[in-house]
């Protein structure tokens, strides 16, 4: 299935699976986490409320500016970047206002990645048919299954700081295929005015 997939398609799909394992392999402990650093299951709410308000934010305030699309390379490693950074600033979290601090920089991160990611995989796949995004939906559900998996084995048998590591190393590696990778956008065209009338 991937062989019908560019090169640079299958880089993106590479970093969004990354991306993918590292935040999935937290999502079942969530609440636990939560409970570890002094907060409750409404705490476990109100962070996810946070961070999907603060991924709403930046998405709105930065991914619809014209420069944004000039620079998305630089964006999308930037996100992953502060996606590393949050996953390993879990380990030094002790109270739930620090967690909340952590989830706004997680938001941030999601929204610089996800209209990045999104714009390059559409300019890339936009002739193609819904087989192209059928495979990046079931990779990313095939992936998010595996990972919670990993996750609970991690830290039923290690730590949550353990996790945390595994996580960052894990982004780390999205940074650097989203660095070293050749992902300017598509530019539309600028038309030159016509000397019609």
Known sequence: MMASLSTRARVLLKMSFLTTFAESMLVPMYAAFTESVGGSI??????????SI???????????????????????ALGFFISAACDTSYIF???????FAAQVFAGLATGLIEPAWDSLFTDDIEHSSAKHWSIWAGGSHLVA?????????????????ALF???GIIDTLAIVLAWRS????????????????
């Open 93 to 99: 979290v002790q109270n739930r206002w620090q967690l």
């Open 42 to 51: 409404l705490d476990a709410g109100i962070a996810f409320g946070v961070f």
């Open 145 to 161: 299954g595996f990972a919670a998996l990993v996750g609970g084995i991690i830290v039923a048998y290690f730590s949550f700081t």
């Open 54 to 76: 603060a991924t709403g934010i930046v998405v709105s305030l930065i991914g619809t500016r014209p420069w944004f699309q000039v620079h998305i390379k630089t964006f999308l």
């Open 182 to 197: 050749d992902l300017k956008p598509v530019l539309a065209p600028v038309l030159k005015p016509s000397s019609n009338p």
């Open 165 to 167: 590591i595994t996580m």
